[in-house]
């Protein structure tokens, strides 16, 4: 049953129907609520509940709380949110939910069909200098694509205006959500950049705003190479092993925000790379598919075959990490809110992953957590894949010697297609997963 939105939420987002939109009732115990909330400007982001106070099925991580009590705490800034939720916190209040990717879209959509005065330049600005020229037709057309790739990234609407029909007067504009236009300045001043639409330092200084961005002169670079040459079988092998070798240096000198990280990651530098998985044709979609020796094995490497078909992943330095944790009722469900979580992480902070490591897989309590070891996706280096938009639950399957759990259940596993087919010999457990392309 559909929700009907509260008169603000239909101001807010005209005409929208919510798939996920759910009332509940905040239990809170002598220790509190037992929530791990972060600030948004559309509210309280669920990151990780404690289970203690036991809180209602849909009050769960990654859902958005935008009212409280009947306050509303969409749009609000840090310091109301906090007044708003503290003051109207107590055992019985109601909530109002809404999942944080159907939302996030929502604003994006909504903001892209119109006028978006918060995000976008609230005025014209200076046209580039005379002197520069305009980009011929291939060059402009590879702007255009990178503005593209660079758009669906960040989930942002990218308009380049060109009042006189030319590049020579280019202006860049960003609107989406705010949070996301904010991170994705400082990558939108490179691209202009790039493509030479700033001019060089011996000129005077221009400007090109992108969301009341000033983004200063400074020289252009030359044209990244948009596909590694392909090379022999030896010559592919070696060149991994070089960049393993550099994987490991860079790790030994990487101060990770997880004081484990760094001891971890060398180790795991030092095991073979795993690539486990493989991709099967679906009508308009793709399903991933991927096997292990354990299911630890098998999940992770659903995970590494979701970054690979983003990009290349032996273009992939080992500079950074993050961590995701997901839960769910049943094994598919927990493997679904892992990839979720790790595409709501990619979305968020830009950061492809070229190896994952299953930190906990409890299949008792149904809880994952997960690190996964990359680097920020960068348009220079990293060549275009294919977007994925979403992890679905359709068709998925995740297979372990005796059994198959699928969104219907679980049932005995037996060798058949529906199974999957003979299991793999030396690899009893296997993943699949249908994405949205």
């Not at 009907?4 to 009332?23: F, K, Q, V």
């Not at 990234?153 to 280019?170: I, Y």
Request: glycine residues 6%; charged residues 25%.
């Amino acid at each position: 049953m559909v929700l009907a939105a509260p008169p603000w939420l239909e101001a807010a987002y005209p005409g929208r129907s919510w798939r996920s939109l759910r009332r509940c009732s905040l239990r809170v115990g002598a220790c509190g609520a037992g929530l791990h909330l972060e600030a948004t400007e559309l509210g309280y982001l669920v990151e990780a509940l404690d289970g203690e106070p036991p809180q209602d099925e849909f009050l769960k991580a990654g859902a958005i709380i935008i009212s409280i009590a009947g306050a509303q705490l969409l749009g609000l800034s840090d310091d109301a949110l906090e007044d708003a939720f503290g003051s109207n916190f107590e055992d019985g209040a109601e909530l109002l939910l809404v999942n944080s990717e159907e939302l996030r879209r929502a604003t994006v959509e909504r903001d892209s069909q119109g006028e978006c005065p918060c995000n976008e330049a609230d005025e014209d600005v200076e046209d580039v200098p005379p002197h520069m020229q305009d980009l011929a037709p291939d060059m402009r057309a590879s702007l255009d694509d990178d503005l593209q790739t660079f758009a669906a990234h960040h989930e942002l609407r990218v308009e380049l205006h060109c009042p006189e029909a030319t590049t020579a007067s280019a202006r860049l504009t960003l609107c989406g959500v705010p949070e996301d236009v904010t991170a994705a300045r400082a990558e939108a001043e490179e691209l202009m950049r790039f493509y030479g639409l700033l001019p060089l330092p011996s000129e005077e200084v221009s400007t090109v705003e992108v969301e009341g961005l000033v983004m200063k002169s400074l020289p252009a670079r030359h044209r990244r190479r948009r596909k590694a040459p392909e090379t022999a079988c030896d010559e592919e092998k070696a060149s991994k092993a070089a960049v393993l070798e550099l994987a490991v240096e860079e790790l030994s000198n990487f101060q990770d925000p997880h004081p484990s990280v760094a001891d971890a990651g060398v180790a795991l530098e030092f095991e073979e790379e795993r690539r486990q998985f493989e991709y099967l044709d679906h009508t308009a979609d793709v399903i991933l598919h991927s096997w292990g020796q354990t299911l630890e094995e098998a999940f992770a490497q659903c995970c590494v075959a979701f970054f690979a078909y983003l990009t290349d992943l032996d273009t992939v330095s080992l500079s950074t990490s993050v961590e995701v944790e997901a839960s769910g009722h049943d094994m598919t469900d927990l493997l679904y809110h892992l990839l979720d979580e790790f595409l709501f992480s990619f979305s968020t902070e830009l950061v492809v992953c070229r190896r994952i490591e299953l930190l906990e897989l409890d299949t008792a309590s149904l809880r994952a957590k997960a690190r996964g070891h990359g680097e920020k996706f960068n348009l220079k280096k990293h060549p275009q894949g294919t977007e994925i938009k979403a992890i679905t639950m359709h068709q998925m399957k995740v297979l372990t010697p005796t059994e198959v759990s699928t969104e219907a259940g679980t049932r005995p596993r037996v060798d058949c297609p529906l199974d999957g087919g003979t299991m793999k010999p030396g690899f009893p457990y296997e993943c699949y997963v249908l994405v949205d392309i």
